[in-house]
C-alpha cells in the first residue's frame, strides 16, 4: 500500500521553462511535506517544505501548492534550468511525535538545453 | 556549519554477517532518522533517535537496531545480513524532525 505515490516516473521540460511536478497522497493524517532533490551518488537534498495550514509556500525559483481536499501536492520549478536535472521526491508525514517521513517513489527531471 | 556526514561510504559484506554504519548529524540537530534506499525506490524508515532515544520504528525487523551517542551522532547495526539488505542506507539530522538534511548514504553490498 503506497501512501505517496509520484505517478510520473520522468519528465522533460526545456531550459527556461516551468516544470511541475507531481505528488499524491491517501493518508488524510499527513500534515508535513517535504520536497527533495537527488543527483546520482549523493544524498537527496531538501529543497522546500510545506505543511497542512498553508496551500503555497514560495523559495526562489521553487514554489509548492498543497491541495488538502485532493490529497494532492505539486512542486514548481521557474525558469528551468540545466542544473536542476535531478531525481526528485516528495516526503510526507503527520507531525504526531516521530516524524516518519513516506517517500514516493520519485520523478526523474530531465532539463534540455 | 558542517553537514550530515556518514561512513563508510562503500560496504561490501557477507550473507550473515553484521555491520555497522555511522551518521554525523548536523551541528545543533538532536534527531537522527534512518532510511533505506533500494534501487529506483525512495527512501524508507528505519527508525529514529532524539536525544539518544529510539523514537519511532518503520517496518523492519529487530536485527535493524540503532544507537545516537551524547554527542547526537548515531549508528545503525544490522545483524544476520540478507541479500535482499543491499541498498542505500541514508540517515537524515533535524532539529525537532520536521526539515530533515540528509547524508551522502553508505552503498552497502550483501553478497
Known amino acids: 500500500d503506497q501512501q505517496v505515490k509520484q505517478n510520473s516516473p520522468s519528465l522533460s521540460v526545456q531550459e527556461g521553462r516551468i516544470s511541475i511536478l507531481n505528488c499524491d497522497y491517501t493518508?488524510?493524517?499527513?500534515?508535513?511535506f517535504l520536497w527533495y532533490k537527488k543527483y546520482p551518488a549523493e544524498g537527496p537534498t531538501f529543497l522546500i517544505s510545506?505543511?497542512?495550514?498553508?496551500d503555497k509556500n514560495e523559495d526562489g525559483r521553487f514554489t509548492v501548492f498543497l491541495n488538502k481536499s485532493a490529497k494532492h501536492l505539486s512542486l514548481h520549478i521557474v525558469p528551468s534550468q540545466p542544473g536542476d536535472s535531478a531525481v526528485y521526491f516528495c516526503?510526507?508525514?503527520?507531525?504526531?511525535?516521530?516524524?516518519?517521513?513516506?517517500f514516493g517513489t520519485g520523478t526523474r527531471l530531465k532539463v534540455l538545453a | 556549519e558542517t553537514g550530515v556526514t556518514q561512513s563508510p561510504t562503500h560496504l561490501i559484506k557477507t550473507r550473515g554477517q553484521q555491520v555497522t554504519l555511522r551518521c554525523s548529524s548536523q551541528?545543533?540537530?538532536?534527531?537522527v532518522s534512518w532510511y533505506q534506499q533500494a534501487l529506483g525506490q525512495g527512501p524508507q524508515f528505519i527508525f529514529q533517535?532524539?536525544?539518544?532515544?529510539?523514537?519511532g520504528r518503520g517496518n523492519f525487523p529487530p536485527r535493524f537496531s540503532g544507537l545516537q551517542f551524547p554527542n547526537y551522532s548515531s549508528e545503525l547495526n544490522v545483524n544476520a545480513l540478507e541479500l535482499d539488505d543491499s541498498a542505500l542506507y541514508l540517515c537524515?539530522?533535524?532539529?525537532?524532525?520536521?526539515?530533515?538534511?540528509f547524508g551522502p548514504g553508505t552503498r552497502l553490498t550483501v553478497t
Open positions: 537524515a539530522s533535524s532539529l525537532q524532525a520536521y526539515e530533515q538534511y
Open positions: 493518508n488524510s493524517m499527513f500534515d508535513y
Open positions: 510545506i505543511s497542512s495550514i498553508k
Open positions: 516526503a510526507a508525514s503527520a507531525s504526531t511525535g516521530t516524524y516518519k517521513y513516506i
Open positions: 551541528s545543533g540537530h538532536n534527531t
Open positions: 533517535y532524539y536525544r539518544e532515544e529510539e523514537n
